[in-house]
């Protein structure tokens, strides 16, 4: 059923109780007094009104209570859609500020591993140098020691009565030299060692300072976008609260002019 003949039906059952109660009939003490309402009252004084000159200005004011009421049901009706127009557009800046965050987060994570990486790769190079150093320092002690030991086989056969004074001679010799090359050898481990580390630290700042740059810019970002819902969380309120004060005073006028 429409909601004209609903409203039809039941303007037609209060002007029928109205007749009723409008009888010359008295009712028993006992039955307690019914308290009506708004609408069974603005029905009472137009049924009272019936046949006297007030009919036609009862009629045009019912007219006009019609009207206010169906401006006032719109009005709701409006305010409704666009709380949730509001809400939609809550949900849509929550959406974005959600996939700005997991963007950011991809991005440092992607700005980390491409620091361990480099690390990785320059710790590589640099144990590789190192391993290079230390074989061609111990190919050529290898070396001078087969030579020195050439040179004395050769000055003994030359010489048997110097062969003993010029032994010991080049004994100290190849030990002055193995102690010299294995000073070198461990000189140039150190300093790989060092500038390895100095490597392996200067990347780990590097990641860090990335890091919390990042860090810092999504924090930055995620405050942006919870500034803007708020603004215009308060802002939707407002607007809600002035319509709300909107219907409380064209409610008050309502029941005024009843």
């Known amino acids: 059923?429409?909601?004209?003949?609903?409203?039809?039906?039941?303007?037609?059952k209060i002007f029928t109780e109205s007749l009723?109660?409008?009888?010359?009939?008295?009712?028993?003490?006992?039955?307690?007094?019914?308290?009506p309402t708004h609408e069974e009252k603005a029905w009472q004084v137009f049924v009272s009104a019936m046949g006297s000159s007030l009919t036609p200005l009862l009629i045009f004011l019912w007219m006009i209570w019609r009207e206010l009421w169906s401006w006032l049901r719109r009005n709701q009706r409006e305010a409704k859609k666009e709380e949730a127009q509001h809400e939609e557009a809550k949900d849509d800046e929550d959406r974005k500020a959600r996939r700005a965050r997991r963007k950011m987060e991809a991005e440092a994570q992607e700005a980390k591993d491409d620091k361990d990486r480099e690390v990785r790769r320059a710790r590589r190079k640099l144990e590789a140098e190192a391993q290079e150093a230390k074989d061609k320092a111990k190919d050529d002690e290898d070396r001078g020691v087969r030579r020195a030991r050439r040179k004395l086989e050769a000055e003994a056969a030359d010489a048997q009565d110097d062969a003993d004074r010029k032994e010991r001679r080049v004994s100290r010799k190849l030990e002055a030299v193995a102690e010299d090359a294995q000073d070198a050898a461990e000189r140039k481990e150190r300093r790989a060692s060092r500038k390895l580390?100095?490597?392996?630290?200067?990347?780990r700042d590097a990641a860090e300072r990335k890091e919390r740059r990042a860090s810092r810019k999504l924090e930055a970002?995620?405050?942006?976008?919870?500034?803007?819902a708020e603004r215009k969380e308060r802002r939707a309120s407002r607007k809600l609260e002035a319509a709300a004060e909107d219907m409380r005073v064209l409610a008050c006028g309502r029941r005024k002019s009843i």
Do not use: C, N, W, Y
């Open 1 to 12: 059923m429409s909601q004209p003949m609903k409203g039809f039906r039941s303007h037609r």
């Open 20 to 35: 009723e109660t409008s009888r010359l009939v008295p009712r028993p003490s006992s039955a307690p007094t019914p308290i």
């Open 197 to 203: 580390e100095a490597a392996a630290e200067d990347a």
């Open 221 to 228: 970002e995620a405050e942006d976008a919870q500034d803007a």
